[in-house]
């Protein structure tokens, strides 16, 4: 069966352009949770000028991810490491790494439902000659939340981290 996917695209400008695509996925039929909830997925991509270790390290680094996002963060930055951030409103466990490439965490926020089971978010990291490709995958979001995450990852995390890695000179 043919998977639709809702195509949306963010565009504003900083010192350079910057194009933030992501992709919310429909498929039918739904995943669902043991509670009988639709599951939902997002894909977001952003351009961030700094090498992937940076942006890799900052992620994982407790005062340096408060600084981009502006809310407290505890990070133990290890596979089985539990996280949380923006103030205890996410939590989760880091499931995998790899240094500089990719980071899978087990994911959610005060907003899921009760008895849902984590989402997950993978972060991909490629080099690219202005800096680092960032792809952020959403899975297994509980049913009409994907959008909500969709802003909040484009307002909270991408556009932060474009003004936190541009005043780094990283």
Same mark, same amino acid.
């Given at each position: 069966? %043919? !998977?639709?996917i809702l195509d949306t695209g963010c565009l504003f400008f900083d010192t350079r352009c910057l194009v933030l695509w992501g992709k919310i996925n429909l *498929?039918?039929?739904f995943p669902h949770d043991p509670g009988g909830r639709m599951l939902e997925n997002l =894909? #977001?991509?952003?351009?961030l000028p700094a090498s992937p270790q940076a942006v890799y390290e900052a992620w994982l680094d407790s %005062?340096? /991810? &408060? !600084?981009?996002?502006?809310g407290l963060a505890e990070i133990e930055p290890t596979p089985g490491g539990a996280f949380t951030a923006w103030d205890g409103y996410i939590q989760g466990v880091t499931l995998e790494l790899e240094p500089y490439v990719r980071i899978l965490q087990a994911w959610r926020t005060t907003d899921f439902p009760? &008895?849902? @089971?984590? *989402?997950s978010v993978e972060v991909r990291l =490629? =080099?690219?000659? =202005? &800096?680092? /490709? @960032?792809? #952020?995958?959403h899975t297994d979001i509980p049913e009409g939340q994907s959008a909500d995450y969709q802003e909040g990852w484009i307002d909270y995390y991408?556009?932060?981290m474009q003004e936190y890695f541009a005043n780094q000179g990283a």
């Open positions: 069966m %043919r !998977q639709p *498929s039918y039929p =894909e #977001l991509t952003t351009l %005062r340096a /991810h &408060g !600084q981009f996002t502006g009760t &008895g849902a @089971l984590d *989402s =490629e =080099e690219v000659p =202005e &800096g680092t /490709h @960032l792809t #952020l995958i991408f556009k932060p």
